[in-house]
């Protein structure tokens, strides 16, 4: 037998891992994937690069899988399948349309309003070609953006003048950075609210700029309370319409009428923010009655505020209206600019603005007002049209009855005043709460979302917001899994 020497090396040893297993052998390569009919659509839709990104991702998936010992091969087609679907769903829209049957009209954190057909058109018109923004086609020179709304504004309001930033937080900043920086601003302690997202009054007057001069009680406030705080340095007396409160019992508080004699008497202006501004009376409509930016004007305020997309109706915008020789001094602030409104937002505000002129039509033509003065029979009549699909979709572990509603304006706008409505009330047979939530989290992965409200041992779906029942159907019965959940 022939002698190893000590020094030699040792044969090479196979290793059985070395060797791939039959299935990851026969996975497709990634040519042979990106010639595959669904690659080649999914290259032209998503591009080449994407597409070979995403067929080598779903490669390895499937790679992992097989070495977990889950699965079998691929064919180049399945890879292709794969790697289409990552795709499509990575350019999925983030911000997606939802149904909301939330039972609050104007819901923050789903948009707020809806716009008015002739919006919409007005919008994508601006988008979709150049406009005269800021170019005065008569004389053929420089324009501003204003001159678009501001004549419709001041017909609207009564006011001599009218600018708009980007939302009525803005406004107010810029008001009270233009007429207070440096200077005390008169506020009632019952009016330093706090809105949407945490943003409180006082947080906004100091960053404006502004010196916060309380005055009078959180409940109690009087006349002789502003009289006494008003200083030569004063620069502004400030009001704050609470909209998104209400104090009650033993309250004082002073009229704007009253409270803007007290201003001119004292040399100094005053600006009333609105916060959901109305421009038209909601009584007219069967609502309570909210202020009006035209009385807020005729008052005597010298500068009031309001929101665009809250009670008016229309997209984010911040208006500024009241006295000519302010506005002007408004309009010379640099910080304007930062928060001036691009063409999109003025078209569709432009558009808006003239539902305004027709009255006896707006309550049709404007969703938001739509919205609010549908009728209970009308809303009851179409839960008892949807109550026999929905059973159909969520099977027996569910049942779905009719149930009344009391819907919410929203946006702090008649913060204590309810709707009268009707929506669909499901409830788990067992009664169980943790069904209801599943049930709430499938119906927000719908191919349009459901936003509803769990309430009394039921989810609740206000039908108030719902016009397209149809679209609303053919979402539903996407649903999926409902059987199991309870």
Not at 323 to 343: C, G
Not at 443 to 450: E, H, M, N, Y
């Amino acid at each position: 037998m022939p002698v190893v020497p000590a020094h030699a090396a040792a044969p090479p040893v196979a290793r059985p891992e070395a060797i791939p297993p039959a299935p990851l052998r026969e996975l497709p390569s990634v040519d042979a994937v990106l010639k595959a009919d669904l690659a080649r659509a999914a290259a032209e839709r998503h591009g080449r690069q994407a597409t070979t990104a995403a067929v080598r991702a779903a490669l390895d998936e499937r790679r992992a899988a097989l070495r977990a010992g889950a699965g079998g091969p691929a064919t180049p087609q399945e890879i292709a399948a794969a790697a289409l679907a990552r795709l499509d769903a990575a350019a999925a829209p983030s911000l997606r349309p939802v149904f909301n049957l939330t039972g609050t009209v104007l819901h923050t954190n789903l948009g707020r309003a809806i716009f008015a057909e002739e919006a919409v058109e007005a919008a994508v018109r601006a988008m979709r070609s150049a406009v005269a923004l800021e170019y005065d086609l008569d004389g053929g020179k420089r324009g501003e953006r204003d001159d678009h709304v501001r004549g419709l504004v001041c017909e609207l309001t009564g006011a001599e003048d009218a600018t708009l930033v980007n939302n009525n937080a803005a406004a107010v900043l810029l008001v009270l950075n233009t007429l207070s920086q440096g200077r005390p601003a008169i506020v009632s302690r019952g009016e330093l609210i706090e809105i949407g997202g945490a943003f409180r009054m006082p947080e906004i007057m100091r960053r404006a700029g502004a010196e916060l001069d309380e005055v009078g009680t959180t409940n109690r406030t009087h006349a002789r309370d502003y009289r006494d705080a008003i200083r030569p340095e004063t620069g502004v007396i400030l009001k704050v319409h609470t909209s998104n409160y209400r104090i009650e019992g033993f309250t004082t508080e002073v009229s704007p009428r009253e409270l803007a004699q007290i201003a001119q008497a004292g040399g100094v202006p005053l600006v009333n923010d609105l916060g959901s501004g109305t421009l038209a009376d909601l009584s007219r409509y069967g609502l309570v009655h909210e202020p009006t930016v035209r009385e807020a004007v005729a008052e005597g305020a010298d500068i009031v505020t309001f929101s665009g997309d809250k009670l008016l109706g229309g997209p984010q915008a911040g208006f500024i209206v009241g006295r000519r020789d302010l506005i002007a001094r408004i309009n010379k602030n640099p910080m304007k600019r930062a928060l001036r409104l691009d063409k999109v937002r003025l078209a569709a505000i432009e558009a808006t603005l003239r539902l305004y002129r027709d009255p006896d039509r707006l309550a049709e033509r404007l969703p938001t007002l739509r919205y609010l003065t549908r009728r209970p029979d009308d809303m009851a009549a179409q839960a008892a049209r949807l109550k026999p699909a929905m059973a159909a979709v969520l099977g027996a572990c569910f049942t779905v009855g009719v149930t009344a509603c009391r819907s919410q304006i929203g946006s702090g706008a008649l913060p204590l005043e309810t709707l009268e409505g009707a929506g669909l009330a499901i409830r788990s047979r067992d009664d169980s709460g943790g069904a209801l939530n599943r049930l709430a989290d499938l119906f927000r992965r719908l191919p349009v979302p459901v936003i509803g409200r769990i309430d009394d041992n039921a989810l609740v779906l206000d039908l108030r917001c719902l016009e397209d029942e149809a679209a609303f159907l053919a979402s539903v019965t996407a649903l999926e899994g409902a059987h199991e959940l309870a």
